[in-house]
């Protein structure tokens, strides 16, 4: 390399280099996602997490709302808590799967997420409407990939 081209070289390598690592820390893009989620802690770092990765997030603490964000925003996914006040996740699962059948919607990716870990509430999630399961605390790279795959394979299906 020549002295006169090291800093034009180096520029453009830093630039690429950037751009790489972007990407790869933006895992979700764009993604429309509403998080329904009670307890604030936790809603407030997974709703970081997921912008962090480049999702537009829409973060609730009940169902009832829950049921009105995912309506109106129609999300990419949805990732819901199951033991939520009042109303539990599956009465919100049963009425997204609900609209997205009467408006013949495609399927919003849905996540269960509970501190739950008992078989029972894994085989009601799924048979409920969730596509995946999953216990808290979700292990944030497990969460975005799981997102990120399931959201890809919507893409292509």
Same mark, same amino acid.
């Given at each position: 390399?020549?002295?006169? #081209?090291? =800093?034009?070289?180096?520029?453009i390598?830093?630039?690429?280099?950037?751009?790489?690592?972007?990407?790869?820390?933006?895992?979700?893009?764009?993604?429309? $996602?509403?998080? $329904?989620? =009670? =307890?604030?802690?936790?809603?407030e770092?997974?709703?970081? !997490?997921?912008?962090?990765?480049?999702?537009?997030?829409?973060?609730?603490?009940?169902?009832?709302?829950?049921?009105?964000?995912?309506?109106?925003?129609?999300?990419?996914?949805?990732i819901?808590?199951?033991?939520?006040?009042?109303?539990?996740?599956?009465?919100?699962?049963?009425?997204?799967?609900d609209?997205?059948?009467?408006? #013949? !919607?495609?399927?919003?990716?849905?996540?269960?997420?509970?501190?739950?870990?008992?078989?029972e509430?894994?085989?009601?999630?799924?048979?409920e409407?969730?596509?995946?399961?999953?216990t808290?605390?979700?292990?944030?790279?497990?969460?975005?990939?799981?997102?990120?795959?399931?959201?890809s394979?919507?893409?292509l299906?």
């Open positions: 390399m020549r002295p006169e #081209n090291r =800093d034009t070289d180096a520029g390598l830093f630039g690429l280099l950037e751009k790489v690592t972007m990407n790869e820390v933006a895992r979700l893009g764009h993604a429309r $996602i509403v998080l $329904i989620e =009670d =307890d604030l802690e936790s809603r770092s997974l709703r970081m !997490l997921l912008e962090e990765e480049g999702a537009e997030v829409f973060a609730v603490a009940d169902a009832e709302e829950g049921v009105e964000t995912v309506i109106q925003e129609l999300p990419d996914a949805v819901c808590d199951i033991d939520l006040p009042m109303m539990d996740g599956f009465y919100l699962i049963q009425r997204l799967r609209h997205e059948i009467r408006r #013949n !919607l495609t399927p919003s990716i849905a996540i269960a997420l509970t501190g739950h870990d008992g078989d509430y894994r085989l009601r999630s799924i048979g409407g969730f596509q995946y399961f999953m808290k605390p979700a292990h944030p790279d497990v969460l975005v990939t799981l997102i990120q795959q399931s959201l394979t919507r893409v299906s």
